[in-house]
């Protein structure tokens, strides 16, 4: 069973990438399942600081190979540009390093504008999202209409339908909304160049991973946003457009779930959210303040501030159930240093009755209702970025971890304790 998926058991922003690096390491490939460019995490390497938001995350080690999977939506001229990074920081980033499957989709430069657009139809129930052109990449997914990756190896017939979806969407940004248009010869050009360089990085995406696991390879498939972000099992409406739990790393990649060993759900020692949409434990007063500054909680795609606070353990319970959690990986542990007590919800009272179980299919307006349920245990003061072993963990932050454990029946198999590439307990 040589399959890993790692997702975020949050609302993204766990801190995925230096889980995924630790994974990747032992991997032979890397594959990315959902999503598109609305991911981001950032990575030092050959003293570069570098912003990844398409490829996945084993780009740094030479042994393994990247794959765009069947699930994401692909923006074709954001892909180039990451490439060019890489390749600019010396990092090989061609064909024999990062496979796109054929039937990703693609994201058009209407699709961005499209996006922007709804957003500002919705006005004060807007979604907030990165303005990446994610949901209507995916709405044209499910309409049947969109452009596929794989049309990029006939760059006439892929330029030919490229304008005709990008007319569609100018009659859509003009009619409806009432909005310039996007120069089409111009973009359909620029598509057409991105056809032709993206062209050797297609394969059949199934066949791949097929082929891979008939040769017993080790598959890490990388999540991106987080379980409440799914779009059937988050806080819908404020979700992003795929499916982001562990499911979705079979039906985005092609592969069944008795291929699987392990599914890890990397969570943070407390919680953040971006963009719209309830959020139970949400502080804002001055320690949601402070978990900001000392977590640098500030979006790697868009730069906004992420809202802060305590742990849920509703949510990380929840995040148990619907990706059927094996190990859970917690991140940021040291962020809570010097906070003299710690609070972690374990339940939420609705109406005067106690709720154990996440309602997200309740939708978001029961949801906002939902008074969490405290348990609060001691602080610790210490410095942990030196710790390297759960035993030297001063005695609070172990009581700590111990209680996550059983409160959601998931063995915490990694703990984060400091930004440094090696500051975690495994
Ligand atoms: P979209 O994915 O751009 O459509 O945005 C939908 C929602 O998902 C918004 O609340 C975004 O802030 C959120 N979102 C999308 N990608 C990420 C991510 O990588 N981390 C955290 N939140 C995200």
Redo the contacts with the bound molecule.
């Keep these: 069973m040589p399959v890993t998926i790692l997702v ?1 058991a949050q ?3 766990e801190g995925k990438g230096r889980v995924v690096d630790d994974y990747a390491a032992r991997a032979d490939i890397v594959a990315r399942y959902n ?1 598109g460019d ?3 995490h950032t990575i030092v390497a050959e003293g570069h600081t570098l912003a990844l938001h398409l490829v996945p995350s084993g780009i740094l080690y030479p042994h393994v190979v990247n794959l765009i999977g069947g699930g994401t939506v692909v923006n074709p001229l954001r892909l180039l540009e990451e490439i060019a990074m890489l390749e600019a920081a010396g990092i090989p980033a061609g064909p024999e390093r990062i496979k796109l499957a054929a039937g990703a989709h693609l994201i058009l430069p209407t699709h961005r504008a499209l ?1 922007g657009a709804h957003e500002k139809r919705l006005a004060g129930r807007a ?6 052109g ?2 209507p990449a995916y709405a044209d997914k499910a309409a049947r209409i969109n452009l596929r990756a794989g049309q990029m190896r006939d760059a006439d017939a892929f330029a030919e339908a490229a304008e005709g979806l990008l007319t569609t969407h100018n009659a859509h940004l003009e009619k409806l909304y009432g909005l310039p248009t996007a120069d089409v010869p111009q973009a359909v050009a620029a598509l057409r160049e991105a056809a032709q360089r993206l062209a050797p990085y297609l394969v059949d995406g199934a066949a791949f991973v097929a082929e891979a696991l008939a040769q017993g390879k080790h598959i890490l498939c990388e999540g ?3 379980t409440l ?1 799914d779009l059937d099992h988050g806080t819908y409406p ?5 499916a982001t739990i562990a499911g979705g790393a079979l039906t985005g990649l092609g592969f069944g779930p008795s291929a699987v060993r392990e599914v890890i759900g990397v969570a943070k020692a407390y919680t953040t ?5 309830p959020f139970p434990t949400e502080l804002l007063d001055e320690t949601g303040e402070q978990l900001r500054r000392v977590g640098h909680e500030y ?4 730069g ?1 501030p992420r809202r802060c606070g305590w742990l849920d353990a509703v949510i990380l319970r929840y995040a148990a159930h619907v990706n059927g959690l094996t190990g859970l990986a917690l991140t940021k542990l040291d962020v809570l240093s010097g906070l003299p007590e710690l609070k972690i919800a374990v339940a939420y009272e609705y109406r005067g009755t106690q709720v154990e179980h996440f309602p997200a299919e309740w939708g978001s307006e029961m949801l906002a209702e939902m008074q969490p349920i405290y348990e609060t245990l001691p602080g610790w003061e210490e410095d942990l970025g030196a710790v390297r072993r759960r035993e030297d963990l001063p005695a609070a932050a172990r009581a700590y971890v111990a209680r996550i454990e059983e409160l959601t029946g998931v063995p915490v198999i990694f703990i984060g304790v400091g930004p440094a590439r090696e500051a975690f307990i495994r």
């Design positions: 975020g609302w993204g922003d999503g609305n991911a981001g996006d979604i907030g999202t990165t303005q990446r994610i949901g991106a946003q987080g972000l404020f979700v992003t457009s795929s959210r971006v963009g719209a949409g979006g790697t795609t868009t906004r």
